[in-house]
């Protein structure tokens, strides 16, 4: 029987689930040891976490002796052994080739990881909010970018010692400004388009809480500014 032998599905089954199962095994395995941990040191390391694991259930897990393995197990072993979950399920440079589901050919494993991760797209996924969220970082950080070399170009034109040196910094002032508000006006645009979704968008750096006005501001200007 083969993994994609479709007579005997309840037989495939269990060969996909195996295959995952016996990845995340390998893999604490291997982060266990190089940290010189015990199955009992990790399990401690669980339980302090707020998730306890006893140290023969991670024994079993290793050995291949364990049935099942529940996510939450996963989230909390990973975050007790320093790495991601996701590395616990896709060992890049440790396990050649995987599964991504039942019933498929083995991949890279890398490969397998990317579209686990969203990194590598599938034209017949939805992404959800998830590129609106990437380009929301991408906005924030641009616009404290920006407000920091206006404060440095600010900071310039004060203490300019010429005048050509002043104009320079009031020029270098002027264009980060403008960059700043346009990243900003993006941003609210960006953040508004969330709420449309009926979604909650990210926290805002205390230096761009004006990019989120009150609700109870009817300051008509206020877009201007921005």
């Known amino acids: 029987m083969t993994q994609r032998d479709f007579d005997d599905e309840e037989d495939d089954f269990p060969e996909w689930a195996d295959r995952i199962k016996a990845n995340v095994a390998g893999e604490v395995r291997r982060r266990r040891k190089g940290m010189g941990w015990s199955a009992q040191d990790l399990a401690d ?28 197990d996963v989230m909390v072993l990973a975050a007790a052994l320093e790495t991601y979950p996701v590395y616990l399920i896709f060992p890049v440079g440790y396990v050649d080739q995987t599964q991504e589901l039942p019933f498929q050919d083995l991949v890279p494993t890398w490969d397998a990881l990317r579209r686990f991760t969203g990194e590598e797209e599938v034209s017949t996924y939805d992404p959800g909010l998830v590129p609106g969220f990437e380009n929301h970082v991408r906005l924030v950080r641009t616009a404290l970018a920006c407000l920091e070399e206006e404060d440095r170009a600010r ?21 980060y400004a403008d960059r700043a508000i346009t990243a900003k006006y993006q941003l609210r645009s960006l953040r508004r388009r969330i709420r449309d979704d009926g979604a909650t968008p990210p926290d805002l750096p205390p230096a761009l809480r004006d990019v989120d006005p009150p609700e109870t501001d009817t300051n008509p200007h206020l877009e201007e500014r921005l």
């Open 45 to 72: 390391r669980c339980e302090r976490l707020g998730h306890p694991i006893p140290r023969n259930v991670i024994a079993n897990m290793e050995s291949g002796r364990r049935t099942n393995l529940p996510l939450v």
């Open 155 to 175: 900071f310039t034109t004060r203490t300019a010692t010429g005048r050509a040196q002043r104009e320079e910094a009031e020029r270098k002032q002027a264009e």
